[in-house]
T-cell receptor
């Protein structure tokens, strides 16, 4: 069966520090991968999605970047965190239009 | 751009009551609609996925319906239990990404 792993679960980082969040999927190949952010009291905002290795699409301009170095690995990064980067970050995968999303357990990021 | 609205934003019901959560979307050109549950501080758990050609899906005490032409979906929860307390989100898939509503926060009172 397919599983998605996301880590760390929580992270507290000072302003200006770098960030690296990792997401991996097991049990499938060539998944579509997504990074979402959920700010307190707000809906989910799509940050990045990827349909293949090295293929990254960004939905909103921001202080973050994403990379897909391997088929089932998706990384969210920042060189210098801002206070506004705080939030709940969720990774998701999909096999295609018929199969919906499966989400990871999320990372709670607090920038102090 | 697709917009997804969920009403009500919050709902509190006594245990055992049947309830309906609503989801509406502005663009009927969707591939499917998915209902999720989110517990506080946790990720999203998929409840039901309805393809655009389907009218409803059922899983246990949950039943989701889809009226694509009118841009509406409902999630029916029968015989609610305190363990059903969570935020329920609907999302529509347009081919590139899912668009999410802001959710309905449900509290089931014992």
């Amino acid at each position: 069966s397919q599983t998605i792993h996301q880590w760390p679960a929580t992270l507290v980082q000072p302003v200006g520090s770098p960030l690296s969040l990792e997401c991996t999927v097991e049990g499938t190949s060539n998944p579509n991968l997504y990074w979402y952010r959920q700010a307190a009291g707000r809906g989910l905002q799509l940050l990045f999605y990827s349909v293949g290795i090295g293929q990254i699409s960004s939905e909103v301009p921001q202080n973050l970047s994403a990379s897909r170095p391997q088929d089932r690995q998706f990384i969210l990064s920042s060189k210098k965190l801002l206070l506004s980067d705080s939030g709940f970050y969720l990774c998701a995968w999909s096999s295609g239009t018929l199969y919906g999303y499966t989400f990871g357990s999320g990372t709670r990021l607090t920038v102090v | 751009k697709q917009e997804v609205t969920q009403i009500p934003a919050a709902l509190s019901v006594p245990e055992g009551e049947n309830l309906v959560l609503n989801c509406s979307f502005t663009d009927s050109a969707i591939y499917n609609l998915q209902w999720f549950r989110q517990d506080p501080g946790k990720g999203l758990t998929s409840l039901l996925l309805i393809q655009s050609s389907q009218r409803e899906q059922t899983s246990g005490r949950l039943n989701a319906s889809l009226d694509k032409s009118s841009g509406r979906s409902t999630l029916y929860i029968a015989a609610s239990q305190p363990g059903d307390s969570a935020t329920y989100l609907c999302a529509v898939f347009t081919g590139n990404q899912f668009y999410f509503g802001t959710g309905t926060s449900l509290t089931v009172i014992p």
